[in-house]
């Protein structure tokens, strides 16, 4: 039973265009969502996330929009860099105390920026 | 940023064996340790949560007797696999946080190899 689904595997996208990422989860119970860069052999590295409470959170080139009532949230990225090809991954979790709360992983999104 | 590491970063031992590995926060007491499990191209998967001092909750469908945690120290959780088998071949990832922790921080992740 995946809870959080991203239903592309992959995308390429070209340098300096816009890059969104989609997630999708299932528990209505989730009030807190992650993204995660990933590179192949490491661990994944924080990259922004987003509150219930709120619809949308900005951090430089990276914006995360959250549809609390489509169950859907969006990473954007602009401009797209060489340096962003990578793995990212959607996580959620649930209850107030973020940093000791188990996370669910979607599946990832292999992004490749295109030079 | 706070930082996790892990030891060893991958390892090769014959099917029947042991295997330990390290998760340590570095600049900052964790109050909270998760091991995760990714097989090639799917998800990270929640093995188990550990609070130091107390015993680890385990997630459905892993055996906690296979896979021994202990988190001792607020900066210091260990894995270890028991009577490792080719199909515990993965890597694995822990991550951390503490008390003003408000995200988990991953370390490198150790990939596992049972012959």
């Known amino acids: 039973d995946q809870q959080v689904k991203q239903n592309s595997p992959s995308l390429s996208v070209q340098e300096g265009r816009i890059s969104i990422l989609n997630c999708d989860y299932t528990n209505s119970m989730f009030d807190y969502f992650l993204w995660y860069k990933k590179y192949p052999a490491e661990g994944p590295t924080f990259l922004i996330s987003i509150s219930s409470i709120k619809d949308k959170n900005e951090d430089g080139r990276f914006t995360v929009f959250l549809n609390k009532s489509a169950k859907h949230l969006s990473l954007h990225i602009v401009p797209s860099q060489p340096g962003d090809s990578a793995v990212y991954f959607c996580a959620a979790s649930a209850g107030s105390n973020f940093g000791n709360e188990k996370l669910t992983f979607g599946t990832g999104t292999r992004l490749t920026i295109i030079p | 940023g706070a930082v996790v590491s892990q030891h060893p970063s991958w390892v090769i031992c014959k099917s029947g064996t042991s295997v330990k590995i390290e998760c340590r926060s570095l600049d900052f007491q964790a109050t909270t340790m998760f091991w995760y499990r990714q097989f090639p191209k799917q998800s990270l998967m929640l093995m188990a949560t550990?609070?130091?001092?107390?015993?680890?909750?385990?997630e459905q469908g892993v055996e906690k007797d296979k896979f021994l945690i202990n988190h001792a120290s607020l900066t210091l959780s260990t894995l270890t696999v028991t009577s490792a088998h080719p199909e515990d071949s993965s890597f694995y990832i822990c991550?951390?946080?503490?008390?003003?922790?408000?995200?988990?921080?991953f370390g490198p992740g150790t990939r596992l190899t049972v012959t």
């Open positions: 991550s951390a946080s503490g008390q003003e922790a408000y995200e988990q921080y």
């Open positions: 550990s609070n130091e001092g107390s015993k680890a909750t385990y």
